[in-house]
């Protein structure tokens, strides 16, 4: 190994496993491996600057993350301050509220390859995310929520016009579980936005609503608001979990923003965990290098991209982080 | 094989290659084979089915679809009426309306693996997706264009609040290029819906346009439009292209919708082409058979997934089916 | 655009469906498209370039091509002189014979998803690859017939080692079917490697021969002749059909063959189609750029990978071939 | 939920994390949840059930373990009795007995994709896999070490016909880093099988021996030995890291033996860790479901596959068995 290597390369060091290893003490042991436990490890070293630096932390979510029990986790993300804006899908804010409302997720014991028949669940008010199996009750409930909500507004203020995190942060009010990523969002004045809420049961029951009584929610109110959180931001960092809307509503909010007087330009720090590649030419899939080229990452950010399940990759990431710097 | 086989099972049977083969000609080759080839099969003659009934067809465009190529595939589905409906991610209008305006895409012709040097893209005012490059140059005319639409929006009624859908249709008069996705809608009235508009180029100019002047756009009110067009078709079907908000957009047309008199409810013909695959628990990556549990799909419905990049499944299948339905 | 530009780009043209294209017609229009059409289209492309050269061919066979409906597609690709050297796996030459013997291969006709229940195909003695079942007959057909050439073996030389490429000669010879891979290998000269043969039912019954009979069959024997077949080459190229122990084996060949004497080193053109992709580092996923790190494939050499199901990609490109250069 | 859902069904309980959690204490929180983290927090209890009983433990590793960083957790596995019996590519092989040299991977610290000209690493002596570079040197003293052993083979009896595993066992006992995992097999009599042997650089190096002097290896005698390690067990499981020949050779083990005298056939226990998926028809993607349709794993078999860079999943999966049964 020649001197222009060693700055280009470090030595694989294997792995070593010990027992009652703590989570960071395993991921440590990853920083000298290659392939995803290279790059996992190297996403908690980044979400460690991140929180050490004064950065304004922008969450994306998407996939059924809380569906799949990560609602906790992500809870306490906002709760705790690891992140400081989320933007998401709309079906997580479903699933959050529904779990808020006293239902719950149920999970497919057996092999989910045999154990399943959609039109059998169809049939008995069962509905599937995969080894996820959500009751029709749920909805209602969810509608019937949602109603009061609506109703409360227009009491109100009848022609008030919302942006989309006004709508939520509305409908956060009302919720009182503390333990749901919208209530913990409000409590912490965390911002949250759904920019294709549309396309959610909320956009659903926003449609049912509007047959009766008027509901007036703009589509890019809160554009203004996201992106004066970058501009405004100190340093800005980026944790994408699988990507869609979220991650290019949030690096989008990099694109029309000046460059900082020392000349950085984008996110500071980005990290993405997601199952898509880049070879289908997806946004989703696309690498953080592709970023620089559009300013959304800077061309000095520390930036990761971990191939993999978010269900695996957060919980550890976030376990690690947790030993490193200890917000509770 | 006893007759109980017979009915699930069909003999495997080898494609044949031979000179001069027209696009279906293969295809139908393809009809007993496994695997992929069988799905692609599958689709045509789900979309063949289709075509013969009188049945609307709702088109999902997600991924990078316009910058890829396949912007004259979609504009002829539209124009030739293959489709009725578009449900798109803003980005494919976006780019639909910069080739709309003169401007290209252009495409790395050494391999994207070593010709790509990002942080150089960006110093040089180009902005890549995958293996295309696009010039900042197109983004200012598109920004110039979208200006001049906000205005005339404005002169024609300052306080008017717009649908989504309402607002594509004002810029889709105002495109010239006959070759445009966007005016071949408007010119065929086929409606163009696009929940996550503020998450796209199209977004940022309104944001930046909302400085000075306003321009409502309500994120709600053409949710009436799209589950009317499924409520009052005789039949429907879905061309689903990647999967993200338009898949579920599409699909959440049918929850609400009352069942057939036939007892029939949700979608009746279904093809999905995607890449990402259900072990992830994304919604992107569900099956059809995981749809109907929702009632999205229907429980008989022809229905099937080819899991392949769309730029290659998508022109293959529309080939083919114009050799069978030419409706040109 | 300016000149550097014009050099490394080229304008992404939007392909144009037409009814009644024929197959490479389609593919032409797919030249100047992005992501996965372009490579699919560039890939036929290098085909005709490798078969209008003086170039010897080598095909590998990875995945259940043969299963999938592909057995008459690699047949003649044999017989027609579109490759010149096989290497596959065990399971595509087992099930080529079951198919020379008269067996069939079966697709599942409802949704994979929803059709299969894997322990009752257990109970009645199906066999399930995928959406694909085979039936233990077939198999025991396969074990007598493989019986009967180890005996002939014997009686002709008892002692006698073999490399695998004679074993499978000498198993082609027996087979009458005109439409086998291995019969028509042997036919045109084409030798066949295969050096996990051991991973397959070809293995279990040698296991099962050798229980009673010597049967003596050497795994490096045969290296000799490939490394040969590569290095006596004009020009060399590669058609990669998914990965695994077949595309390392033929890449390998290049590792120690000379130089040319113009300075060429590894494979001149390759072809990789292939659903995995780099990320996770395995070698069936990797790039054919990194293959030229190791001297694989030539720095100048003619390679693409097409991200696909080889069961959509091989039968389009090799419907495009033939049109470009019919050997028949 | 009623009484039939409460069998097949369990509620979702949110993760949560905590500072300081150790391994097993986050994946027992990720027991409720779906997706990939209830998967992988399955494979640590089919392990450990594994663990408890008699079970004799087949390792299948394909993918490039070792260069990424993998090779002390394998060793660690056969040194401590967490696996029986050794199913590798020939890779994984070569680049454990060239750590076992002295010699070295190495890590790309820049970010891949913009860091790499496979060229100039050809024109440098560097190979690449992935994000790991190895130096030429290293093969060459692989080389000179795998000469020596073939000639001290020769020395001892120059018409030997080895099977593979015992020539992998000659070897080993040539290597005397304790670190090596063939070394650390041949130690603890774990057999190693290495069934496509020829397709590695250690065929390589046996076809350049075999120009000047015989080296016998016989692709079948090692079947025997297999088989009866599957056979005698009482109880068996499988650890299938990333598909590949190693998988289908460690299933097919159990095509031929007999059922037990309790109606048991195949795999008791199976975990796979693969990023392959199902829907190509791949081998190294099929689900272990499908593998009971073969009779390979048990209709009873506790069984999961977990969808997941094996560096990620295995380290952690170890970490945390490590914790409930520690056999240091």
Request: proline share 2%.
């Amino acid at each position: 190994m020649d001197n222009e290597d060693r700055e280009r390369l470090k030595e694989v060091r294997g792995v070593r496993i010990a027992a009652n290893m703590s989570v960071d003490g395993l991921v440590r042991e990853l920083r000298d491996c290659a392939f995803g436990a290279g790059r996992l490890a190297e996403a908690v070293d980044i979400y460690e600057d991140m929180l050490k630096e004064n950065t304004t932390k922008f969450l994306g979510i998407a996939g059924a993350m809380v569906p799949a029990g990560m609602r906790n986790v992500i809870a306490d993300m906002i709760r705790e301050g690891y992140v400081d804006v989320v933007v998401t899908t709309g079906a997580n804010l479903v699933h959050d509220i529904i779990e808020a409302l006293g239902e719950h997720h149920y999970k497919i014991v057996e092999d989910v390859d045999i154990a399943v028949d959609d039109v059998w669940l169809r049939e008995h008010g069962r509905d599937r995310i995969y080894d996820v199996i959500v009751h029709d009750d749920a909805f209602a409930r969810l509608e019937d929520f949602l109603r009061g909500v609506f109703d409360k507004l227009a009491r109100k203020a009848e022609n008030k016009r919302y942006s989309i995190t006004e709508l939520l942060k509305e409908i956060g009010e009302n919720i009182t579980d503390n333990d749901s990523i919208l209530r913990c969002a409000v409590a912490r004045g965390v911002p949250v936005f759904c920019p294709a809420i549309a396309d959610s049961m909320i956009g659903l029951h926003a449609w049912i609503y509007k047959q009766m009584r008027p509901l007036k929610v703009d589509v890019f109110d809160d554009m203004k608001e996201l992106i004066s959180l970058f501009c405004d931001a100190e340093r800005t960092g980026a944790i994408i979990l699988g990507g869609g809307v979220p991650k290019n509503f949030i690096f989008q909010s990099a694109l029309v923003a000046p460059a900082r007087e020392d000349g950085r330009e984008g996110f500071d720090y980005a990290i993405q965990i997601s199952t898509n590649t880049p070879e289908d030419g997806s946004l989703s899939g696309a690498t953080l290098e592709e970023a620089k080229s559009w300013g959304k990452v800077g061309s000095n950010a520390k930036a990761v991209t971990v191939y993999c399940d978010a269900t695996i990759a957060l919980p550890i990431i976030m376990a690690a982080v947790h030993e490193r710097v200890d917000r509770k």
